[in-house]
């Protein structure tokens, strides 16, 4: 088992910034590929929206076109954390955040094992 807890989360202007963390206990951090979904308002569960994701010893990074360039995912295998900064947000930004643990660098959520339970984050226009 590996537990997944988020952070970093709040409400910020349009234009600000936000830097999540995801602490992670359990069997070896390094062991798992980790992404960040979202799912915003109104949206189901199913709806999750892939955000980034990040291999094993962080040699490999993807993000979603509409976070490409404004946000950056990283890991700290040492401190069994990964991190989410998030630059220029906006409105449509706001969801809650998640990250999840896998054993494949991958958009699709259903191959992701273990999740967080998540942390909002609120971008007023």
């Known amino acids: 088992q590996v537990q997944l807890v988020e952070s970093g989360g709040g409400l910020v202007q349009a234009g600000g910034s936000l830097r999540l963390s995801c602490a992670a206990s359990?069997?070896?951090?390094?062991?798992?590929?980790m992404g960040w979904f979202r799912q915003a308002p109104g949206k189901e569960r199913k709806d999750r929206e892939f955000?980034?994701?990040?291999?094993?010893?962080?040699?490999?990074?993807y993000y979603a076109d509409s976070v490409k360039g404004r946000f950056t995912i990283s890991r700290d295998n040492a401190k069994n954390t990964v991190y989410l900064q998030m630059n220029s947000l906006k409105p449509e930004d706001t969801a809650v955040y998640y990250c999840?643990?896998?054993?494949?660098?991958?958009?699709?959520?259903?191959?992701?094992?273990?999740w967080g339970q998540g942390t909002q984050v609120t971008v007023s226009s």
């Open positions: 359990g069997r070896t951090f390094s062991n798992y590929a």
């Open positions: 955000v980034s994701a990040i291999s094993r010893l962080g040699g490999n990074t």
């Open positions: 999840a643990a896998g054993g494949m660098v991958e958009a699709d959520p259903d191959v992701y094992d273990y």
